[in-house]
């Protein structure tokens, strides 16, 4: 993969950071070559001064263990590493199966939706299963799944006035997007369902199991189901295939 493709832009985000940003869009072609970069970045004889890289769906902010003396050298450093020919090998993306129960007690606002975007029940959840989302990135809560790829036709915007009070697992579509909660927290998007999935554990040696690349179904299960999985360990239960 080439991977100089693209006109990226630097800024000076402060003190000890730099943002790199990509053209605006959510695309796959944009994710591999931020990906490609972060990995080269890595792998740098740069990286012993770079504390982390942190992605966003067309932007990567570097941010270096010290404070930036010199903003152009550290841009000319990057563009190098962004343009070297390394090889690097790319990492094996995987395909993660996540149930969902979409029954009414967990469902706040489908009915909602259905009235709003004419679709019946059923035709929302088939609709919300039926795509191969990718996880471009996680963020704005630790574990949160930002996933492209959701049906134009369950597009709904977010709510004016966001909720106090999100439960952990539950599953929303916020404007073009569907993600997760991974834990109790405020938000505005539109709650569809719930997963019994623990999406993020700080006790373990990978907190999150999916990384940007991956890419996630959905499928239902009734609330019997889910209380079942709610006792389980992830590890129990996850599906993915490569």
């Given at each position: 993969m080439k991977s100089d493709r693209y006109a990226l832009k630097y800024h000076h985000f402060n003190e000890n950071s730099i943002l790199i940003e990509w053209p605006e869009a959510i695309s796959q072609s944009i994710l591999e070559d931020l990906t490609h970069f972060k990995t080269k970045i890595k792998k740098s004889e740069s990286s012993p001064y770079i504390d982390q890289a942190v992605s966003a769906y067309q932007s990567l902010l570097v941010q270096y263990k010290t404070t930036i003396m010199?903003?152009?050298?550290?841009?000319?450093?990057?563009?190098?590493?962004?343009?070297?020919?390394?090889?690097?090998?790319?990492?094996?993306?995987?395909?993660?199966?996540?149930?969902?129960?979409?029954?009414?007690?967990?469902?706040?606002?489908?009915?909602?939706?259905?009235?709003?975007?004419?679709?019946?029940?059923?035709?929302?959840?088939?609709?919300?299963?039926?795509?191969?989302?990718?996880?471009f990135f996680i963020g704005f809560l630790p574990g949160f799944l930002y996933l492209g790829g959701l049906d134009t036709k369950l597009a709904f915007p977010r709510k004016a006035t966001p909720r106090h009070y999100v439960s952990a697992g539950a599953v929303c579509i916020g404007g073009q997007q569907t993600g997760v909660y991974p834990e109790d927290s405020p938000g505005g998007w539109n709650i569809i369902g719930n997963s019994p999935v623990q999406l993020f554990n700080s006790d373990s040696k990978k907190p999150c199991f999916a990384e940007p690349g991956d890419t996630l179904q959905f499928y239902s299960i009734d609330a019997n189901k889910h209380a079942e999985l709610k006792t389980l360990e992830p590890n129990d239960f996850l599906i993915h295939s490569t």
């Open positions: 010199s903003f152009e050298q550290n841009v000319r450093q990057l563009q190098s590493i962004y343009s070297s020919k390394a090889l690097i090998k790319k990492r094996k993306s995987k395909n993660w199966k996540i149930p969902v129960c979409y029954d009414s007690q967990f469902a706040l606002d489908l009915p909602e939706l259905c009235d709003k975007l004419k679709l019946s029940k059923d035709e929302v959840i088939q609709r919300h299963c039926t795509p191969k989302y990718t996880v």
